[in-house]
């Protein structure tokens, strides 16, 4: 913006329009300044937007994690240490994939450490279930399904990027 205002007046006398008045010109500038501000509520509407949800999914998944770790009393003891020492390791990797989100290698590294956590988590939880139908087990399986589906979800909003040529158009 400041390149556009400032660069006719260090052009030679010639390539100056003496014929455009003050009025005009102000009126363009109100416009182009107005389009700026526009792109600018857009930006930042966008923004506030993503790191709304974001915010959120990151309060739900702790939520879910905590209510998992809760539940998990409801197995056997030997089955509730083993489920618990999975979960804190589950939950570590998850801060470590979501550090280094921005270092495509060690995301996927953590990622897939990740997974392998649910895995071993949802075999501890559907095997006691199996062994012994109860409410208790249930409400686990459940709650560790909620924190698988929140960690995809988390996963989807952190690849989740402005396209390009919107970045591009709203610089223009």
């Known amino acids: 913006m400041i390149a556009t205002v400032e660069i006719p007046y260090h052009l030679p006398a010639p390539a100056?329009?003496?014929?455009?008045?003050?009025g005009l010109w102000s009126t363009v500038m109100a416009a182009i300044l107005g389009l700026v501000a526009f792109v600018l509520g857009l930006s930042f509407s966008q923004a506030e937007g993503r790191?709304?949800?974001r915010r959120n999914l990151v309060i739900?998944?702790?939520?879910?994690?905590?209510?998992?770790?809760?539940?998990?009393?409801?197995?056997?003891?030997?089955?509730a240490v083993r489920f618990r020492s999975v979960?804190?390791?589950?939950t570590a990797?998850?801060?470590?994939?979501?550090?280094?989100?921005?270092?495509?290698?060690?995301?996927?590294?953590?990622?897939?450490?990740a997974i392998a956590d649910q895995n071993v988590l949802?075999?501890?939880?559907?095997?006691?279930?199996?062994?012994?139908?109860?409410?208790?087990?249930?409400?686990?399986?459940?709650?560790?399904?909620?924190?698988?589906?929140?960690?995809?979800?988390?996963?989807?909003q952190l690849q989740q990027h402005v396209p390009?040529?919107?970045a591009v158009l709203m610089i223009l």
């Open 16 to 22: 100056v329009k003496p014929h455009i008045d003050a």
């Open 51 to 53: 790191f709304d949800v």
């Open 60 to 79: 739900t998944e702790a939520n879910a994690i905590g209510t998992t770790w809760l539940r998990a009393n409801q197995l056997p003891p030997q089955d």
């Open 87 to 90: 979960l804190t390791d589950y």
């Open 93 to 113: 990797t998850l801060l470590d994939a979501y550090e280094h989100v921005e270092q495509e290698s060690a995301f996927v590294a953590a990622e897939s450490r």
């Open 122 to 156: 949802w075999t501890i939880a559907s095997d006691a279930l199996r062994k012994k139908p109860m409410l208790g087990h249930s409400l686990l399986v459940q709650t560790l399904n909620d924190t698988i589906d929140l960690s995809a979800e988390q996963r989807a």
């Open 164 to 166: 390009t040529f919107v």
